[in-house]
């Protein structure tokens, strides 16, 4: 009886709440103009970043401080793993090693997945896809290993310090910046020295796009390979 | 020197963090001290920032990239930023010289390294003019927070960070459709430029926007019912992490809060919105207090007076007025004092004694004379006895809630406050009157800082006036949202 009623109560607290939420979603005007900055980035991005790929240029040049935030979450998130997963002799417990076919296709595989990661997120500000999804293409190889191969693992002590390496240096970008132009994150490669102003849609071009896209491909392929094989292994009594 | 420097105090812990793999061989006390240095650091910028901003009477408008706002993303240093930032960073460096004796479990380089981004992220959130940005930072804040509540490692700690994890991740993704709803609605992120174009925003669209936001915060900022996670976090956190929690990052939720709330003030609905605030924050205060009244483990105890206090300062920011901003913010600030005192007092004495139980501070006073004496005045502030800090605050916060005419709130807040009063009181009496004891020797640096702060809250007790002027000043950063958008230096996109 309670438990009916409760349900109910829950029930009509819900249609309440989302009568509420339709009427304010049916306010927003959908599917009309509404782009107060968006058509600045639409209007400008070529000239002033030089990156071909609008959404590029605003996540990495317009809105970089957003993505160094983002950058930070992913670090947090694996060093979060590293911490909470943290023992002092942890090694891998898989018994099966994988069969002829998963051996033989990542041994084939792992060289080029790793470099068409290195592509996506090289050609961030030409093409769709960036460091993130680059990064992740990469962490893929080394997810493969590990399915394949019982003894694999990667060398993550010196993963981890590439890591705090990338990371330092996307911040270190932003401080040239701060010292070169007077803002931080300032994109000094594009308009400063004005690299690549006639090689608009060829790779050397976007300022220091690609420069932070490499960043945080390296940073996002060595976080989640550090968080697979931080959730792979186990604690081993000896 | 250039305003823009003031960016440094997001990329120096930023850096900071990202080097410490790079140092993990060199042992704990290394690891522990590069901490301390960093937060000093931080802390000198900050008080730099800080003398800026109040000598030259303008905010320090710190533009990432060049870009102008609203294209770029803006950090806006005013009084109240200038203030809340030096705050963090003061007690990330106390707290880092707490870790030295609090935290022992490995792994002590992810411990550091999550610590200096939880100081990062309550400063981003405070720092920033970026409503995106604001979800970008708080997030940062808050995955840290999940981290840092489950480092211990006991079962408490994994069901805790579960929890708050849960309602963490609900408030988030509340936080953001909130966002999306106003972003739809005004096509812009800028918050200067959103106060800009808020009276022009459909009313529903914005009451639900707004609320959305609202409720997406209220689970940082620990308002009932959205506050179930914070004693069992509380608790289970090491005991520095404790008292960061509770004096800047609920602070960074409660800021957030305040200022998304006021930036939308000239929406027609703006009103239910208030009302709404101020029953949870009432609501919020006395729960906590009654919960507090049953509490054996002190520091748990203390965990549910700090959401009451927590409460009334977001009743204070309920309210409306320029009145009750500026005693929200004093109360913040004299908030932030006692609970570092009294969660290093607490703290200390369950690493000393083994436990935060209500036993062990039986004959504390002989004990640890001076962490009881610290105590003591953390718990005499915290009821509100007069000539402690908080008496003014709280003072102003009911003088304000009478004035708009909430009788009902004054009256529930001031019944809770009794209640209060009867638990710090069995705390203090069971600390200097009851059980027996041998002296256990005291760390001197912590005892110094603990006095410090005592000597501070009982300043400010007996001489309000500065620190009522300062809080004048970052309350009317807040609450003058015409003077805010003016200060933004918004290129015409659009508008």
């Known amino acids: ?238 | 020197m250039n305003g823009q420097y003031a960016s440094l105090l997001i990329a120096i812990p930023l850096l900071s963090a990202f080097f410490v793999p790079l140092i993990k061989g060199l042992g704990k006390r290394a690891i522990k001290s590069y901490v301390l240095m960093i937060t000093a650091i931080q802390t000198g910028i900050a008080a730099w920032v800080f003398k800026e901003v109040y000598s030259t009477g303008k905010p320090i408008i710190v533009i990432a990239g060049g870009w102008k706002p609203p294209v770029g993303i803006n950090l806006y240093i005013g009084y109240f930023a200038a203030l809340f930032i030096l705050i963090v960073a003061v007690v990330s460096f106390l707290m880092a010289v707490f870790n030295f004796k609090a935290v022992t479990i490995e792994p002590i380089d992810k411990y550091a390294m999550l610590f200096l981004l939880l100081m990062l992220g309550a400063t981003g959130m405070i720092a920033t003019g970026d409503i995106f940005n604001l979800f970008v930072f708080m997030e940062i804040t808050a995955i840290t927070a999940y981290a840092l509540t489950a480092y211990n490692k006991t079962g408490e700690a994994a069901e805790a960070s579960l929890k708050y994890m849960i309602l963490g991740g609900i408030g988030s993704s509340f936080f953001l459709i909130g966002v999306a709803l106003i972003y739809g609605a005004t096509g812009t992120l800028n918050m200067a430029q959103i106060a800009q174009l808020a009276g022009h925003i459909n009313p529903t669209v914005a009451q639900v926007g707004l609320a959305l936001i609202i409720f997406g915060l209220a689970v940082e900022a620990e308002l009932f019912p959205l506050n179930a996670w914070a004693p069992d976090a509380y608790q289970a956190a090491p005991h520095p992490v404790t008292a960061m929690f509770s004096a800047f990052v609920v602070k960074a939720g409660l800021y957030a809060m305040a200022r998304v709330l006021y930036l939308m003030s000239s929406v027609g609905t703006w009103h239910n919105v208030l009302k709404l605030l101020v029953v949870m924050a009432t609501l919020t205060v006395v729960v906590a207090e009654f919960s507090a009244l049953r509490q054996r483990n002190v520091k748990r105890m203390i965990a549910y007076s700090s959401i009451s206090q927590v409460g009334l300062i977001a009743l204070a920011f309920a309210l409306g007025t320029q009145a009750g901003v500026d005693a929200g913010v004093f109360q913040m600030v004299n908030h932030a004092i006692i609970k570092v005192l009294l969660f290093l007092g607490v703290g200390y004495v369950a690493v000393q004694l083994g436990g935060a139980d209500i036993e062990n501070f039986r004959g504390l006073g002989r004990k640890m004379p001076a962490t009881a004496f610290g105590i003591t005045i953390g718990a005499m502030a915290a009821v509100g006895v007069p000539l402690f800090n908080i008496f003014w605050s709280k003072l102003r916060i009911i003088l304000a809630t009478l004035q708009v005419g909430y009788t009902w709130a004054a009256f529930l807040v001031l019944a809770a406050s009794v209640v209060e009063a009867v638990y710090y009181f069995r705390l203090v009496h069971a600390i200097w009157f009851e059980g027996e004891g041998e002296r256990v020797g005291e760390s001197v640096p912590l005892v110094i800082i603990m006095i410090a702060l005592a000597i501070l809250v009982i300043a400010i007790g007996i001489y309000p006036n500065y620190a009522w002027s300062i809080s004048q000043k970052a309350g009317a950063d807040i609450f003058n949202v015409a003077q805010y958008i003016k200060n933004v230096p918004l290129m015409g996109v659009g508008a």
């Open chain 1, 1 to 238: 009886m309670v438990s009916i009623l409760k349900r109910g109560l829950a029930i009509i607290i819900l249609l309440v709440i989302g009568y509420w939420l339709a009427q304010g979603l049916s306010g927003v005007p959908f599917g009309q103009d509404k782009m107060l900055v968006g058509q600045y980035y639409l209007n400008h991005v070529k000239q002033q970043t030089g990156a071909v790929n609008a959404v590029t240029a605003v996540v990495v040049n317009y809105r970089g401080f957003d993505t160094l935030g983002e950058v930070t979450v992913l670090f947090i998130a694996s060093t979060g793993v590293g911490a909470l997963l943290w023992g002092k002799n942890r090694k891998r417990t898989a018994r099966t090693e994988g069969s002829v076919v998963l051996t033989t296709g990542t041994r084939l595989l792992v060289p080029f997945v790793i470099l068409f990661g290195a592509y996506i997120f090289i050609h961030g500000h030409l093409t769709p896809g960036g460091g993130f999804p680059g990064g992740a293409t990469i962490a893929t190889a080394f997810l493969l290993l590990y399915m394949a191969f019982t003894m694999y693992e990667i060398p993550y002590k010196a993963f981890e310090k590439t890591e705090g390496i990338v990371g330092m240096g996307y911040v270190v970008v932003g401080l040239i910046g701060l010292a070169i132009g007077g803002y931080f994150l300032f994109d000094w490669i594009w308009q400063t020295w004005g690299w690549g102003h006639n090689n608009i849609g060829r790779l050397f071009s976007g300022g220091f796009i690609p420069v932070i896209y490499t960043i945080i491909g390296i940073k996002v392929g060595t976080e989640l390979s550090g968080i697979i094989d931080n959730m792979l292994k186990e604690e081993v009594k000896e």
